[in-house]
């Protein structure tokens, strides 16, 4: 590592890191296919339920109480999503007083 080039602590400083090239690592894979280790890592999942197109001036016309209409049928699935990703589909479903979805779909299993 190069030494700091100005006498104030937070200044940045410029190091040298080594070029490992393409190290594929040697040892068992970090979960050796024990996914018991993931078993309690929270995940945050959205529900798309529909999207709409407006022009920008459709947009700013829009107040209080106004419906946005969606391109989705009333009775289409719901998008699951994980990090913006879909991983399955549902059925929009009351919950007491939440909403709540009841899964239909889920991705097939891969061999």
Same mark, same amino acid.
Request: hydrophobic letters at 40%; aromatic letters at 0%; a negative charge.
């Given at each position: 590592m190069s030494k700091p080039t100005d006498t104030n602590p937070s200044a940045p400083q410029i190091?040298? #890191? %080594? +070029? #490992?090239?393409?190290? %594929?690592?040697?040892?068992?894979?970090?979960? @050796?296919g024990n996914? +018991?280790?993931?078993?309690? /890592?929270?995940?945050? #999942? @959205? /529900?798309r339920v529909g999207e709409a197109t407006l022009s920008i001036g459709e947009l700013t016309r829009m107040r209080e109480e106004h419906v946005i209409k969606l391109e989705s049928l009333a009775d289409a699935p719901v998008d699951i999503l994980l990090e913006g990703h879909v991983v399955a589909r549902g059925q929009l479903v009351a919950v007491d007083d939440h909403f709540g979805v009841r899964l239909t779909e889920l991705p097939k299993a891969t061999a």
């Open positions: 190091i040298e #890191l %080594t +070029d #490992l090239g393409q190290h %594929t690592g040697h040892g068992p894979n970090i979960l @050796s996914l +018991d280790a993931l078993q309690n /890592v929270k995940v945050r #999942l @959205s /529900v």
